[in-house]
């Protein structure tokens, strides 16, 4: 596995302290523009990131490196877990504050040596995990910071999530599949996270990289949110966004947020459209290895209405027709007022729970198999050809393409991208 941190900004980082160091980063955050348009709806936050994280600072653990580095022999590759944008994630085991009591196993991610966005992103990710507090928010125990001759180290340390993330299940064909309640499970308890971040804690919290990757899985499966480099506060004294820089995955963030930079928490409801449909296809929201027409998830889908007979066609394989038809309709259509075009048209992400619950408590239904296509007038022959065979041509593909990522963990950082304001995603 190869790690590296992909980024525009490549200014080097200039004397920074061991500990995030608030003045550095309320400095770099006002140079980004945070230009805002006055409103009358959404209400003032009492106190700010900054007040909030000098008060709860305390509860993290600053580790030495060098406890970080036994805790993972030596960051050795095959305690490696992981690799992002950010830098590789280790499995490591560490002692208690007070040396007494069993040692715990945690995750700890280390940031690839050279960048300041690197360093900004960990900053961030401190600040807000060490402020925030949810059952469905992966808690950070601490972290650590050295500024050596030989470069920077900048690490953090998370409670070990034993079952990976949402994207690992979904698309590691070596990992099992996720049954239809585990995957209704697993969305709700995102949703809660993100309800709790825009409408429920102190500061208003604007997660900015949704994804099936930063929904972690711990031993029961419960989601919780990882990854908060690039959180952001929401708007504040009745503005109704913040103005920024774009950053954030391909095939997951808002179009509008792209094109204008205006950053609201219907950002974020946006990009949890885009992972209900990944887990109701089984398909990553971008595929560029399919046939042109379904190489963009939402426009594949568009195909398949959630109220037409046809809509099954969708439906990921790997669930074997063990699933509730009716639920998955509801949750298509719910995914479909995530993603409409005006962002202000979008639910709230508490709504969005309560719609997810609403469905949980439908009765269940069997999902017929290939009969409950028949008939359809306009369907195209790869259609005809599954209820033939039992196999699409595109269900193989997506087996051998799927196989081919799972030998690949480099990929996903090819669709992580950071670009200013202005500039076009293609
Ligand atoms: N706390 C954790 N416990 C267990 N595994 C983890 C933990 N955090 C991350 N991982 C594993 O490491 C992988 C990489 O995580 P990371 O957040 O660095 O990158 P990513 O989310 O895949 O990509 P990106 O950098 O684009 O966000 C995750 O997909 C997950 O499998
Ligand atoms: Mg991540």
């Not at 993972?72 to 095959?78: A, C, D, I, Q, V």
């Not at 102190?202 to 990854?227: G, M, P, T």
Request: a positive charge; one cysteine or more; proline letters at 4%.
């Amino acid at each position: 596995m190869k790690c590296f941190y992909y980024f525009k900004d490549k200014s080097r980082v200039n004397g920074q302290s061991s500990a995030p160091n608030l003045k550095y980063q309320s400095k770099s955050y006002t140079s980004e523009a945070e230009n805002v348009i006055q409103s009358s709806s959404s209400a003032p936050s009492p106190r700010g990131l900054s007040e909030l994280y000098e008060e709860k600072a305390q509860n993290l653990r600053v580790f030495k490196f060098s406890e970080l580095k036994q805790a993972t022999s030596n960051f050795n590759r095959l305690l490696m877990i992981g690799a992002g944008g950010f830098g590789c994630v280790y499995k490591g085991t560490i002692k208690p504050v007070d040396e007494k009591g069993e040692p715990f196993v945690v995750a700890i991610k280390k940031l690839n040596r050279d960048g300041n966005q690197g360093h900004k992103e960990w900053v961030t990710e401190v600040k807000f995990l060490g402020v925030v507090d949810h059952p469905n928010l992966v808690k950070l125990i601490g972290y650590c910071a050295v500024d050596g001759e030989r470069g920077i180290q900048r690490l953090l340390v998370y409670e070990y999530m034993l079952n990976k993330s949402l994207e690992d299940h979904l698309f590691n064909m070596s990992l099992p599949t996720l049954s239809w309640d585990q995957r209704l499970q697993i969305v709700l308890g995102a949703a809660q996270g993100l309800a709790y971040l825009h409408e429920e804690s102190e500061v208003q919290v604007i997660y900015r990289d949704f994804k099936s990757s930063n929904v972690l899985l711990d031993k029961d499966f419960k989601a919780k949110l990882s990854d908060f480099g690039l959180a952001r506060e929401g708007p504040v004294d009745g503005k109704t966004h913040v103005s920024t820089g774009v950053v954030g995955t391909y095939g997951y963030a808002a179009p509008d947020y792209i094109e204008t930079g205006h950053l609201t928490s219907k950002s974020d409801v946006w990009s949890f459209g885009i992972v209900l449909y990944e887990i109701l296809t089984g398909r990553r929201s971008v595929e560029r290895e399919r046939p042109r027409s379904e190489q963009k998830l939402l426009d594949w889908v568009k195909q398949y209405p959630a109220d037409s007979r046809k809509f099954g066609v969708i439906m990921d394989l790997r669930l074997e027709n063990q699933y509730s038809l009716s639920k998955a309709r509801e949750v298509a259509k719910l995914a479909d007022r995530c993603l409409v075009k005006s962002p202000k048209d979008r639910p709230k992400m508490s709504q969005v729970v309560e719609s997810l619950k609403q469905i949980v408590r439908l009765p269940a239904d069997e999902c017929p198999p290939a009969k409950d296509f028949e008939g359809i007038e306009d369907e195209p022959k790869e259609e005809k050809a599954i209820k033939q065979t039992g196999v699409s041509e595109s269900a193989k593909r997506r087996m051998e393409h799927l196989a081919k990522i799972s030998e690949n963990v480099d990929g996903v950082n090819r669709r992580r991208f950071m670009i200013m304001q202005g500039a076009k995603v293609i």
